[in-house]
């Protein structure tokens, strides 16, 4: 499994950025995907989920402000974020969910990759 996210980077707040991550080496289309965020203690939580089907899942705080979206044509997850505010800054990681009952926010974590910083700050 690969997973490389690309398109963080530093905005001022009200700013927008997409996220994406290219797959490879498993069945993309078969996994919930998702983008998650390092936290202190727990570790990753995930911000917003996709299942196989397309339906979508977003924590509170992101709620209206981003978009996750996927082509599995092109193995490729997207997040598109807008209205970021600064506590929206963290590295961003694409993650595949576990097989089996995917419900999120508690399905548990596969695969992540290296992760893409998102800064925001006035």
């Known amino acids: 499994v690969q997973l490389v996210e690309s398109g963080g980077g530093s905005v001022q707040p009200g700013g927008s950025l997409r996220l994406s991550c290219v797959a490879s080496?498993?069945?993309?289309?078969?996994?919930?995907m998702g983008w998650a965020r390092q936290v202190p203690g727990p570790g990753l939580e995930w911000v917003s989920g996709?299942?196989?089907?397309?339906?979508?899942y977003y924590r509170d705080s992101v709620e209206g402000r981003f978009t996750i979206s996927r082509d599995n044509a092109k193995n490729t997850l997207y997040l598109e974020m807008n209205d970021l505010k600064p506590e929206d800054t963290a590295v961003y990681h694409c993650a595949t969910a576990r097989p089996g009952l995917v419900i999120f926010p508690s399905a548990d974590f596969g695969s992540w990759g290296q992760g893409t910083q998102v800064t925001v700050s006035s």
């Open positions: 996709i299942l196989s089907d397309g339906r979508t």
């Open positions: 080496g498993f069945t993309f289309s078969n996994y919930a």
